[in-house]
């Protein structure tokens, strides 16, 4: 007889993770993935306002058939200004959409079970089987590594089942375990971890300098055409596409160029936003620390280490309906209300849920069994007893009675019910 194949999902259908995957799942968001599309808008809006003022421009000078160089000056929104522009935005975009559609270090959930070592001395099947559902009892919740010297600690997480590596961090947001976690953007929709740190300084390191970008062009463009207007009220409403660029590159700047300095600090100390918060390592000795050339040379220059996750590859259904509970659990244990057969210990078909091991399944149950038919067979015999079908019958008469006579007198209806009652009470001794 040939064995039936086993049911396959594909893994980023069934991730446990708060995430979103499109194109096949070979892009992995966060669940605000519309925060990326806002901070697109704010990207594009104002580039798109600053080319239309570039070509509006260039296309007046070409109809008024004035050339190049207008009262002995050059034209700064030429071109040049246009193509440069358009090449920064594009590299803008593309470092927020490698950012945010990159798997940040995502560590997978664990699957197997714990080392026995880590729950107790003593092991047996039943006993895993009673640890696997109160896990978080047996296992410390904290675990010292030693990192160039200096003593670590390393947390168990409830969620993922394992004992995250150092860096590591929860995000209660993605409901993942990150490594090198930073911090959980709200502008790009994702984490940012140990796969996207680098993309992620180089989307703001470049917003900064598109800001820059604008606010010098503009404010040069208002100074340069300052000599056609007669008067400053006249410069600001003719030239208020520059007016408006130059106050929200001002605002924007402050914002992406304080962002950007902080993470450069953060690169020549190997720090990351969290550890900053959190462990305070600017006023202590920090373990990860290996000078500044190091530490831009571990962001910029080194491999990014692949994904440990491969969310496009085929799992069993089994795994996957198994893989988020406490891993303690035995390979060979069946589900608690899977139908077995006590005496043989073959499962029966129909069946799926908490796993019992296979020692209490080979328990001798006949005694058990036999107790439980006596019992039974007692009360069928009490059930059978003449006195209960006189005490039906009447039960029967007596409320036909009461339909009759109910509206006549009440007094007669509370004495019929109290003899009922005392006769109810005689055929409740016969059960015990």
Excluded at 193 to 216: A, D, K, P, Q, V
Excluded at 259 to 264: A, K, Q, R, S, Y
Excluded at 329 to 343: G, I, P, R, T
Aim: net charge negative.
């Amino acid at each position: 007889m040939t064995q039936a194949p086993k049911k396959t999902k594909i893994l980023y259908r069934v991730w446990k993770g708060n995430n979103r995957f499109f194109c096949g799942g070979r892009c992995i968001f966060g669940p605000d993935v519309a925060s990326v599309f806002l901070s697109v808008l704010l990207i594009i809006g104002p580039i798109i306002t600053f080319c239309y003022q570039i070509i509006s421009k260039i296309h007046n000078r070409a109809k008024l058939h004035e050339g190049d160089l207008i009262d002995g000056h050059h034209h700064l929104l030429s071109f040049p200004i246009l193509i440069v522009t358009l090449i920064i935005m594009l590299s803008d975009l593309s470092f927020l959409l490698l950012t945010a559609s990159r798997d940040p270090g995502i560590v997978p959930r664990n699957a197997q079970s714990m080392e026995s070592s880590d729950t107790s001395d003593f092991n047996t099947p039943s006993m895993e089987w009673i640890n696997g559902r109160t896990l978080h009892m047996k296992l410390p919740r904290t675990k010292d590594i030693i990192i160039n010297g200096f003593s670590v600690k390393i947390k168990y997480c409830d969620t993922c089942l394992l004992y995250r590596p150092p860096r590591t961090s929860h995000c209660s947001v993605c409901n993942n375990c990150v490594q090198k976690f930073d911090h959980h953007c709200p502008w790009v929709g994702q984490c940012i971890g140990l796969r996207n740190y680098r993309f992620f300084f180089l989307f703001i390191s470049t917003s900064t300098f598109l800001c820059i970008f604008i606010f010098t062009i503009s404010l040069m463009n208002i100074l340069q055409e300052r000599k056609i207007y007669h008067s400053f009220l006249k410069l600001i409403v003719g030239e208020i596409i520059s007016v408006i660029l130059l106050m929200y590159a001002f605002l924007s700047v402050w914002f992406v160029g304080g962002l950007t300095i902080f993470h450069l600090y953060l690169i020549c100390t190997n720090q990351t936003t969290y550890e900053n918060f959190r462990y305070r390592y600017d006023k202590k000795d920090n373990p990860f620390n290996m000078g500044v050339l190091q530490n831009i040379k571990e962001v910029f220059f080194s491999r990014i280490a692949p994904s440990m996750n491969n969310f496009r590859a085929r799992v069993l259904d089994e795994v996957v309906e198994n893989r988020y509970f406490a891993p303690n659990m035995s390979a060979d244990m069946a589900s608690s209300f899977e139908k077995v057969d006590v005496e043989t210990g073959s499962p029966i078909e129909g069946g799926d849920s908490m796993p019992i091991p296979d020692l209490l399944r080979k328990l001798d149950y006949k005694s058990t069994i036999e107790n439980q038919s006596t019992n039974n067979e007692r009360k069928d015999e009490a059930l059978d007893h003449p006195a209960l079908d006189n005490i039906q019958e009447y039960d029967h008469k007596g409320l036909r009675e009461c339909e009759q006579i109910c509206t006549e007198d009440d007094t007669i209806i509370l004495d019929h019910i109290d003899h009922m009652i005392e006769d109810e009470t005689v055929a409740d001794s016969v059960f015990y």
